[in-house]
């Protein structure tokens, strides 16, 4: 039996050729015309409990937080001057790619954002109840590009009673923290039939202000013991129910 073979006409051929070079020289144009925004300004955007972000631009920061030791999930942190942006991404192993304190520019045209308990964070436009979708790992690999490395990257530092509204998805040090009384001996995370489980913990500060830490159950110290001494920790500002909570990254808890 013969097998059937389809001649394609060259004509077709230079057609098919001349669509992808068109394709490619829109993209290229759409990315050299995009402005450069700070990521507070991105932000505001976001007027409502969802946007689309329509103009071409893209913001430029750094990477604080990725899912190397498991503290957050298919999501990445960064950070400019004007402070910080959780984008949500359909990957795993996103450290991989997109390392701790490597500088990025961020292409936000035709990206959505959202409300997300107390933050506002970048992802792909919703297509069930939440309030956002991950974006797909190929077109997060299409507009989120590694440009280079920060050298020496130094937490602001704050008080507890000085973390605000712009600190949200912002990494900030703080020092002089011990565990609450009640937590003292605890784990960061619960453990239920040796499987630890997302916790809430409180971390108290010299003059008796608290404030709440997350662990994920994939974190890779979860089930290691609080210190017991005072320490220092590094994490991103997040909020929920209208407090500030915090969660630690790069398994940054600073002893003394």
Same mark, same amino acid.
């Given at each position: 039996?013969r097998?059937?073979r389809?001649e394609?006409?060259?004509?077709?051929h230079? %057609?098919? %050729? $001349?669509?992808?070079?068109?394709v490619?020289?829109?993209?290229?144009?759409?990315v050299?015309? @995009?402005?450069?925004?700070?990521? @507070?300004?991105?932000?505001?955007?976001c007027? !409502?409990?969802?946007?689309?972000? #329509?103009?071409?631009?893209?913001?430029? !920061?750094?990477?604080v937080?990725?899912d190397?030791?498991?503290? +957050?999930?298919?999501?990445?942190?960064?950070?400019?001057?004007?402070?910080g942006l959780?984008? @949500?991404? /359909?990957a795993?192993? %996103?450290?991989?790619?997109?390392?701790?304190y490597?500088?990025?520019?961020?292409?936000?045209g035709?990206?959505?954002l959202?409300?997300? !308990?107390g933050?506002?964070?970048?992802g792909a436009?919703?297509? =069930?109840?939440f309030? $956002?979708?991950?974006?797909?790992?190929?077109?997060?690999?299409?507009?989120?590009k590694?440009?280079?490395?920060?050298e020496? +990257?130094?937490?602001p *530092?704050? *008080?507890?009673?000085?973390i605000?509204?712009?600190?949200? #998805?912002?990494?900030?040090?703080?020092d002089g923290?011990h565990?609450?009384? @009640? /937590? %003292?001996?605890? #784990?960061?995370?619960d453990?239920?039939? !040796?499987?630890?489980?997302?916790?809430?913990? &409180?971390?108290v500060?010299?003059?008796?202000?608290?404030?709440?830490v997350?662990? $994920?159950a #994939?974190?890779?110290?979860g089930l290691?013991k609080?210190?017991?001494?005072?320490?220092?920790?590094?994490?991103?500002?997040?909020? &929920? =129910?209208?407090?500030?909570i $915090?969660?630690?990254?790069?398994?940054?808890?600073?002893?003394?």
């Amino acid at each position: 039996m013969r097998s059937l073979r389809i001649e394609i006409p060259f004509k077709y051929h230079l %057609l098919l %050729l $001349l669509l992808l070079v068109v394709v490619a020289v829109s993209c290229t144009k759409r990315v050299e015309e @995009a402005e450069v925004v700070s990521i @507070a300004h991105l932000k505001s955007m976001c007027r !409502g409990e969802q946007a689309v972000v #329509s103009k071409e631009c893209y913001v430029e !920061g750094v990477v604080v937080a990725n899912d190397w030791l498991g503290e +957050f999930h298919k999501s990445v942190v960064v950070v400019d001057d004007s402070g910080g942006l959780e984008i @949500a991404i /359909e990957a795993e192993r %996103l450290y991989a790619w997109l390392p701790i304190y490597s500088r990025v520019k961020i292409f936000c045209g035709g990206r959505s954002l959202a409300r997300v !308990g107390g933050k506002v964070m970048l992802g792909a436009s919703p297509t =069930g109840a939440f309030p $956002l979708d991950n974006i797909p790992e190929w077109e997060a690999r299409r507009c989120i590009k590694v440009v280079g490395a920060e050298e020496n +990257f130094v937490f602001p *530092r704050r *008080r507890i009673t000085e973390i605000g509204v712009a600190d949200v #998805s912002r990494a900030v040090r703080i020092d002089g923290l011990h565990v609450a009384d @009640a /937590e %003292l001996g605890l #784990s960061w995370c619960d453990e239920v039939d !040796g499987v630890a489980q997302t916790t809430m913990r &409180t971390l108290v500060d010299r003059e008796g202000n608290t404030i709440g830490v997350r662990t $994920l159950a #994939s974190c890779a110290y979860g089930l290691e013991k609080i210190p017991t001494t005072e320490f220092s920790v590094v994490g991103v500002v997040d909020a &929920t =129910g209208g407090e500030y909570i $915090l969660r630690i990254i790069n398994g940054a808890i600073l002893r003394r």
